[in-house]
């Protein structure tokens, strides 16, 4: 079994700073890609960033030069440091792995999701 799990989210003023956390677990051999996902109420589950195994990294336009993602390989664990935070960035921030795990597939695995307000 494999699990993300996802720490960090809160409620924060509009300007402040926020990191969150995902540690994936269990049975893992490999993992490629790793990212942030973000839905907001009535919309849909939209990319906020993503970072390859080797560091190469992508960005939404509505967070670039604000966020930045960043992975610790050894701890399975990636993360995303959000500064000047907006109303808009209000959503339920979700983690993404690409990973090989108990089966001989490449699989997409998804953690619980963790709750970012801001505040305006």
């Known amino acids: 079994q494999v699990q993300l799990v996802e720490s960090g989210g809160g409620l924060v003023q509009a300007g402040g700073s926020l990191r969150l956390s995902c540690a994936a677990s269990?049975?893992?051999?490999?993992?490629?890609?790793m990212g942030w996902y973000r839905q907001a109420p009535g919309k849909q589950r939209e990319l906020v960033a993503a970072i390859t195994s080797g560091g190469n990294t992508n960005y939404a336009d509505s967070v670039k030069g604000r966020f930045t993602i960043s992975r610790d390989n050894a701890k399975n664990t990636v993360y995303l440091q959000m500064n000047s935070l907006k109303p808009e960035d209000t959503a339920v921030y979700y983690c993404?792995?690409?990973?090989?795990?108990?089966?001989?597939?490449?699989?997409?695995?998804w953690g619980q999701g963790t709750q970012v307000t801001v505040s305006s």
């Open positions: 269990g049975s893992i051999f490999s993992i490629n890609a």
């Open positions: 993404n792995a690409e990973l090989l795990g108990a089966t001989p597939f490449w699989d997409d695995y």
